[in-house]
């Protein structure tokens, strides 16, 4: 449905730009009633909180959205919208969410995709108009439900069946694009027996967070890693090394590089920073998830289904 966006890595920045300029946090303003469910209840001086004034979509359509939303956002979101494995922020704290009646305000930012301070940048994803639509309807669903601005809604989340892929196939991608730095001998042996559920497994591999075992590529073994629901990898740090123009080179943990400045912490704790000009210094980054940033953008749905239906082989 979505050609070559993956899943993943639209559920991963699918609504992040949502938050740009717009304090996330604070409570939304008041709007008038808009004469939908709920337009009776009052907010201050006469007016309703968005929640309250609109109309809801129907029963068929909420399901459908309710769908959609748990096969292109939950990665990000969450189950109950409340922020995923990759920390998104809160759907039912946004303004822009708060505040949209049928998708007007959430669907130009799918469609034309964004750039927000912070985060990876988001594409533009193909995803039909009607199927934003559907989405919304159910965040609003959920969002009316809800107890207070930003709280959990009722009831249990809804689990889904992700395992539909084809393992062979999952397995010759990760042989053709993961294998030299992963190894299903390696660190990633008993990996399925890891995580409590595919779901987890899915969100903890496409974010490049899956929990290390016995091999190269992760420390601990997979005993340890079983005694937690959702295990998670301590990353290794970004690193980086600066070779000024009289060739010496300093290496440490990279803090902070922009434009003008190169900060690093060396291996005795100390922080050196180096003033920038034009390719003077010489700086060398080395970011150890830099493979899995490079495939997030290529993905395609069947990709991801494939390769976790490969892992979860991994007991």
Wanted: with cysteine; glycine share 14%; charged share 20%.
């Amino acid at each position: 449905m979505r050609g070559n966006v993956s899943l993943a890595a639209a559920a991963a920045l699918l609504f992040s730009s949502i938050y740009t300029g717009v304090d996330a946090q604070g409570p939304p303003p008041p709007v008038p009633p808009a004469g939908g469910r709920g337009a009776s209840a009052p907010g201050r001086g006469g007016q309703g909180f968005p929640k309250t004034t609109r109309a809801l979509a129907d029963p068929a359509a909420i399901e459908r959205g309710g769908t959609l939303y748990g096969i292109n956002c939950r990665l990000c979101h969450g189950p109950d919208l409340r922020g995923g494995d990759l920390g998104v922020i809160n759907l039912l704290r946004s303004q822009l969410v708060l505040n949209d009646q049928d998708g007007e305000l959430i669907l130009p930012v799918v469609k034309q995709g964004r750039n927000v301070p912070g985060m990876p940048p988001m594409p533009p994803l193909p995803i039909p108009d009607d199927d934003v639509k559907a989405i919304a309807a159910y965040i609003h669903s959920v969002l009316a439900k809800s107890p207070g601005q930003g709280g959990p809604p009722p009831g249990p989340p809804v689990v889904l069946n992700i395992v539909v892929g084809d393992a062979a196939a999952g397995q010759r991608y990760f042989n053709a694009n993961c294998a030299s730095c992963h190894s299903a001998s390696g660190d990633l042996q008993g990996l399925a027996s890891r995580y409590a559920e595919p779901m987890q497994l899915q969100n903890a591999w496409v974010s490049g967070n899956v929990a290390g075992g016995g091999g190269r590529g992760g420390r601990g073994g997979p005993a340890a890693a079983a005694a937690a629901d959702a295990p998670v990898r301590t990353p290794k740090p970004v690193t980086v090394a600066v070779t000024t123009a009289d060739g010496q080179r300093v290496e440490g943990r990279l803090e902070r590089i922009d434009d003008f400045i190169v900060t690093l912490t060396l291996a005795d704790g100390t922080q050196k920073t180096f003033r920038r000009s034009g390719a003077v210094p010489q700086v060398q980054i080395t970011d150890p998830l830099e493979g899995h940033k490079k495939l997030l953008v290529k993905y395609t749905d069947k990709d991801i289904h494939d390769v976790t239906a490969y892992l979860v082989t991994l007991k």
